[in-house]
């Protein structure tokens, strides 16, 4: 499902950090070395359809790398 995030993240929690994170060989082979924390929060997506609603959002940031992997967990309508 492709999906655009409309203005900003709100509600931003950390789920896990360091060893805790399960993709973290993933995300180093890809991304590179960092501090990767897997991070929740509620924003408006816009869905390839053209809606507009209000998501939670999952997704994996490191500082110096930024975010990456945006899912939608799920669909508030």
Same mark, same amino acid.
């Given at each position: 499902?492709?999906?655009?995030? =409309? *203005? #900003?993240? &709100?509600? +931003?929690?950390?789920?896990? +950090?360091?060893? &805790? +994170? %399960? %993709?973290? &060989?993933? $995300?180093?082979?890809?991304?590179?070395? *960092?501090? /990767?924390?897997?991070?929740? #929060?509620?924003? +408006? =997506?816009?869905?390839?359809? *053209?809606?507009?609603?209000?998501?939670? $959002? !999952? /997704?994996?940031?490191? !500082? #110096?790398?930024?975010?990456?992997?945006?899912?939608?967990?799920? $669909?508030?309508?």
């Amino acid at each position: 499902m492709y999906f655009e995030i =409309v *203005g #900003g993240i &709100s509600d +931003v929690e950390t789920i896990a +950090v360091g060893p &805790s +994170v %399960r %993709r973290m &060989s993933e $995300l180093q082979a890809r991304y590179g070395e *960092g501090r /990767w924390r897997k991070m929740k #929060g509620t924003a +408006v =997506v816009r869905l390839d359809d *053209g809606r507009l609603l209000r998501a939670e $959002l !999952h /997704w994996y940031e490191a !500082h #110096g790398i930024g975010r990456k992997a945006f899912k939608i967990k799920r $669909l508030f309508e």
